[in-house]
Antibody, heavy 121, light 107 residues
Framework: EVQVLESGGGLVQPGGSLRLSCAAS????????MNWVRQAPGKGPEWVSG????????YYADSVKGRFTISRDKSKNTLYLQMNTLRAEDTAVYYC??????????????WGQGTMVTVSS | DIQMTQYPSSLSASIGDRVTITCRAS??????LNWYHQKPGKAPELLIY???SLQSGVPSRFSGSGSGTDFTLTITSLQPEDFAAYYC?????????FGGGTKVEIK
């Protein structure tokens, strides 16, 4: 079964850091781009970041550029999101989402169950 | 960034009804438009990609149409499991952006 499973969410103070992980299984991880999409309470989804299948291309939403870093470990079939200098507006459920292609970022065909990140003092 | 506008923001319908949701892009996106639905407490799920292609496993009562700036999602006979939020998403250019959502509720 194709699936992705996030972990690493929690409560963090403003200005703090957190690293999210996403374990992938059931598909050839290196063949697909991967994304992080977040959803604040009561709001629609927001694309945060994407990384190509080979890991050589990364992209970010302006709202997180310079603060978040996406990466992937081929040997562990795992996607990461390092989040630094967190703000209250980063509070959301963070989803790991598999892309339908290798180097393009367009369609999220598999989603994880999400991990909640709360930024509050 | 491309802005995606959905309407209505919510609607009430009965089992068996035909439902249509509209999504408008702030500029032409060709047919680079996807639809998802999301049940409470769950992750979004892909329904339609490239404006009109049905994702594997999705019932045929769902269909999508449109190109350029105007798109529609149609559910031909609403079922109990279809009461959810629906989102469009453009895949034309980064950053990928979503519409504000349409909540389909039971009448």
């Amino acid at each position: 079964e194709v699936q992705v499973l996030e972990s690493g969410g929690g409560l963090v103070q403003p200005g703090g850091s957190l690293r999210l992980s996403c374990a992938a299984s059931g598909f050839t991880f290196n063949n697909y781009a991967m994304n992080w999409v977040r959803q604040a309470p009561g709001k629609g989804p927001e694309w945060v970041s994407g990384i190509s299948g080979g890991g050589d291309s990364t992209y970010y939403a302006d709202s997180v550029k310079g603060r978040f870093t996406i990466s992937r470990d081929k040997s562990k079939n795992t996607l990461y999101l390092q989040m630094n200098t967190l703000r209250a507006e980063d509070t959301a459920v963070y989803y790991c989402a598999k892309d339908s292609g290798s180097s393009s970022f367009d369609t999220f065909d598999i989603w994880g169950q999400g991990t909640m990140v709360t930024v509050s003092s | 960034d491309i802005q995606m506008t959905q309407y209505p923001s919510s609607l009430s319908a009965s089992i068996g009804d035909r439902v249509t949701i509209t999504c408008r892009a702030s500029q032409s996106i060709s047919r680079s438009l996807n639809w998802y639905h999301q049940k409470p407490g769950k992750a979004p799920e892909l329904l339609i990609y490239a404006a009109s292609s049905l994702q594997s496993g999705v019932p045929s009562r769902f269909s999508g149409s449109g190109s350029g700036t105007d798109f529609t999602l149609t559910i031909t006979s609403l079922q109990p499991e279809d009461f959810a939020a629906y989102y469009c998403q453009q895949s034309f250019i980064l950053p990928l952006t979503f519409g504000g959502g349409t909540k389909v509720e039971i009448k």
